[in-house]
């Protein structure tokens, strides 16, 4: 097996990868970094991102107010320590951005231009037009060319990570191309692979999404923390779960019933506010989870509009006219236009509900560590956590940049601190048992399991029983069904033989890591039992702060479903308070 | 549920087992919203799970599915069934070696690209700490039209000059050469130039304008390579027949 020497080593070369990759050439332009991406870098879901990147950067605006509207949106499941931390890097990670060109929109006099996002007492969303994610990656990426120390492995797969002693040492990855397994020996290894949105039928996030870095993590022995608190975004396209960015609300559109009623208003977030003017934290400018279990009731009341793609309601932004739509939201109108054959500055565009963001993920502290000594998380596949029981829109871009640098500056501690490993044949045997895992599945013949069917299972089950609203039945289904699939994953085939480019192979492997992740949502799940944020049950309809102010971390057992323990949130200011999104909360 | 059905035939190529190329056609079931990428995943999940390609986005904006479809440049993820025949037929990118099915070697690209500098380099130097550049939506209009593009390499499959002289840059690196030329924040314009105003810059590009056509994203590099040129001959007559002028 081939060995690649590196002294750090960073899977996924999304938001957060490229920014960690960044910041270790800009620390030492002699460290040796390895970015290793089973996609090119500019392929990442980051790309995909819309609305935009929030940071404090105006006068009327407040660390404070930032602070607030976060902690508040996570339904005080955030440490406090880190969200206090990420706001006051966030301004200046987001200047760092505009100095190396990304192309932020801008005010008649020249600074840039902030939009509201749902959940936000002040606008300080900074946004790129509605291609916001796709602006910042294209930066990180064309910036992350000027540093020769950036050595990039793209289309390689990291398959497992190499520990030894409770401390990481490097990984094993398949490059795509030869379908060859590579060792890569690392002082540090930084894990950047994103979100498992992938787990669910109706999803927001491309096919790459599939948690293999949570899944890489938790089989090396770091915990899941919170993984049973997935986002629905509210407005999705019906037949293909391709997003319309919150920003549609920001600039004003509206969402309205069956009957043309702003039904929002029913659920606590009124009083109704007038067409075209949004109010901030208020109607359409609530949270993300408030809106998505609004459609939920909705749709039991029978006051949806029913499509041929399903149940929906309607969101409007025909009032805010051709130019309007054009100038600030024209992917918005290419997307509705092409995909659903319906436009907005036209017609009202029917949406639903769809999975968008893993709030859980791999537990690290507020140096983006895993309690895996050397190795190191960021992104959505983190779990810091600065998102609670439910994100507030644009916190996520910023997340990227803000946690990508810590780990990049932590793994550089680290290596300073670290002896380098003793037992280099212990990890090269490791590395052979890895090889020989992927070669066993990929010899493996006569098996009566096919991916895509053990695909579609676990998809429903965890939407039927960890989508909107979740009882406590339903999760025990779902955690049954799970554990079922996890045994007869261990039948399935690759029928493609080939070693260049097996996607075959690849959907495999993938499916091992939503898989794994999936069972990490359920069992979170049910025994979580009470609601919040994004976590309702409609067996425990009120949050406990007794009994579960408090993080679920998710332990990997090969043979059985996770083992859960819990670990107090950090409340340094914020005391557990009511949320409010009428529009008496001024 | 299907609305209809289409013979899509796929161009298939394993180095490790093919000498060449062959065609294999899969009788797909489609719904008349589906995209061409839609009917590959059909096939890949409920077909033929051994054919590869690449994708992830499925909304035109990751730049990972580009391929010939009825011998035209385009992304698999917008390519709308309701637009092509009862017959469609899906072939990797032109001008690029295949790798294996419709997957192609985009090394040549990645190279390119990165030659030109695509990177802001600053006019002037300024710390993060005292703010930002101020750019206003007049200058920030100059360039963003080039700032689009997703990489997809469609222009390049669309070039019959890259296809002849493959030491040509191509359309969209020279187009994101000229997005940070454009910015009123960057002053690399020299050091973009070296690269740009050689043999295999701009001079190669014949204004077939095959590139613009083909571009999902509007980015008209076609525009931006004759406005390269002009500038670059300006630079010329400048060092050469009026070397008192230059800057
Ligand atoms: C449609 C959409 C819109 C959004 N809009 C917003 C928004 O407006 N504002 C906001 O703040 N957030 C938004 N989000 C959320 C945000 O975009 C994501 O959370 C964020 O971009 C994730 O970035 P990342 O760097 O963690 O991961 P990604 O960008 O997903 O990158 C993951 C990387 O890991 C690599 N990888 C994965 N597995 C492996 C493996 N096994 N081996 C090697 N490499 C691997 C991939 O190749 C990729 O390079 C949006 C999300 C979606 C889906
Ligand atoms: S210029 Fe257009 S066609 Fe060429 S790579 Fe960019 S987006 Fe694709
Ligand atoms: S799948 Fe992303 S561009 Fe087609």
């Keep these: ?586 | 549920m299907s609305e209809r059905q289409i013979q899509l035939e796929v161009l298939r190529y394993d180095p490790e087992t093919d000498r060449e190329p062959r065609f294999q056609t899969y009788t797909v079931p489609c719904l008349n919203e589906w995209v061409v990428l839609d009917a590959l995943n059909y096939v890949k999940d409920n077909l033929d799970t051994t054919v590869s390609y690449r994708w992830s986005c499925h909304m035109a904006v990751c730049g990972s599915c580009g391929m010939m479809i009825n011998g035209e440049p385009k992304l698999a993820c917008k390519a709308f069934i309701h637009e092509y025949p009862d017959q469609i037929r899906v072939e990797p990118m032109a001008h690029f070696p295949i790798e294996r099915d419709l997957v192609t070697v985009v090394e040549d690209f990645i190279t390119k690209f990165a030659s030109v500098k695509p990177y802001l380099i600053p006019k002037e130097d300024k710390p993060v700490s005292a703010g930002e550049f101020k750019q206003t939506p007049a200058e920030l209009m100059k360039f963003k039209q080039y700032t689009l593009c997703i990489n997809c390499m469609l222009c390049y499959a669309a070039c019959p000059q890259y296809g002849l002289v493959p030491e040509f840059l191509g359309p969209a690196a020279i187009s994101m050469a000229h997005r940070y030329n454009q910015d009123s924040r960057d002053g690399g314009r020299d050091q973009r130039q070296e690269v740009i105003a050689s043999h295999e810059g701009v001079w190669e590009c014949s204004f077939v304008g095959a590139c613009s056509e083909v571009c999902p994203k509007h980015v008209d590099p076609a525009g931006a390579l004759q406005q390269v040129k002009v500038a670059s001959t300006i630079d010329w007559y400048k060092e050469h027949l009026m070397p008192w002028s230059k800057k």
């Design chain 1, 1 to 586: 097996m081939e060995i690649i020497q590196t002294d750090i080593a960073i899977v996924g070369a999304g938001g957060a990868g490229l920014r960690a990759a960044i910041a270790l050439a800009e620390a030492d332009p002699k460290l040796r970094i390895a970015l290793i991406s089973k996609v090119y870098p500019m392929r990442s879901h980051t790309c995909a991102a819309e609305g935009g990147a929030a940071g404090v950067i105006k006068s009327d605006d407040s660390l404070d107010l930032h602070f607030n509207d976060t902690v508040g949106g996570g339904d005080w499941l955030c440490d406090q320590d880190a969200v206090e931390y990420f706001i006051n890097e966030a301004p200046k990670e987001l200047l760092q951005l505009e100095h190396w060109g990304c192309p932020w929109s801008r005010e008649p006099d020249g600074s840039v231009a902030v939009r509201p996002f749902g959940g936000m007492k002040i606008k300080r969303t900074w946004f790129a037009a509605d291609k916001s994610g796709f602006h910042i990656l294209h930066t990180l990426f064309q910036t992350s060319l000027r540093f020769p120390s950036i050595r990039r492995f793209d289309e390689y797969y990291a398959l497992d990570l190499l520990a030894d002693d409770g401390r990481c040492y490097g990984l094993t990855a398949l490059e795509m191309r030869s379908g060859e397994i590579r060792h890569f020996e690392a002082g540090a290894v930084i894990i950047a692979a994103g979100g498992a949105g992938r787990m669910f039928p109706f999803t927001t996030n491309g096919a790459i999404k599939t948690g293999d870095g949570m899944a890489l993590a938790y089989r090396a022995g770091a915990p899941l923390k919170d993984m049973e608190f997935v986002q629905y975004h509210p407005t999705g396209l019906p037949n293909t779960g391709i997003l319309l960015t919150e920003g549609c609300r920001g600039e004003g559109g509206i969402l309205v019933n069956k009957d043309g009623r702003r039904y929002l208003q029913d659920y606590g977030m009124g009083p109704e506010t007038p067409v075209g003017q949004p109010v901030l934290k208020t109607m359409e400018l609530g949270p993300r989870d408030r809106l998505s279990q609004a459609f939920w009731h909705e749709q039991q009341k029978g006051n949806t509009v029913s499509t041929k793609w399903g149940d929906c309601v309607l969101l409007d932004m025909r009032h805010l006219g051709e130019k309007k739509i054009n100038e600030r939201l024209p992917f918005v109108r290419d997307l509705s236009i092409s995909y659903l054959g319906m436009d907005p500055v036209k017609e009202p565009i029917p949406i639903r509900p769809v999975v968008h963001y893993c709030m859980g993920g791999i537990h690290t502290d507020i140096n983006a560590a895993t309690p895996v000594a050397g190795l190191f998380a960021a992104g959505e596949c983190a779990c810091v956590s600065i998102n609670g029981a439910n994100r507030l829109g644009s916190n996520s871009l910023t997340e990227l940049l803000v946690f990508g640098r810590k780990a990049a500056m932590s793994a550089i501690e680290h290596l300073k601190s670290a002896p380098g490993s003793n037992n280099a044949s212990a990890l090269a045997a490791k590395a052979q048992e890895s090889e020989a895992r992927i070669r066993a599945l990929f010899d493996k013949s006569g098996a009566k399991e096919s991916i895509s069917g053990l695909r579609n299972e676990m998809m429903h089950t965890l939407e039927e029983g960890a989508g909107i609203y979740r009882t406590g039945d339903r999760l025990a289904a779902t955690c049954a069904k799970l554990a079922e699939l996890r045994q007869r994953y261990a039948d399935i085939e690759v029928h493609d033989k080939s070693k260049v480019y097996n996607t075959d192979l690849l959907q495999a492997l993938e499916l091992g890591s939503m898989l794994d992740c999936a069972e990490t949502v359920a069992v979170g799940g049910r025994d979580r039992k009470e609601s919040r944020g994004a976590h309702q049950r409609l067996d425990f309809t009120e949050r406990d702060d007794n009994n579960f102010l408090k993080h679920t971390l998710s332990y990997h057992h090969p043979k059985e479903p996770p083992r859960l323990d819990y670990l107090d949130v950090v409340i340094t200011k914020s005391k557990p308070g009511v949320r409010d999104y009428s529009g008496a909360h001024k």
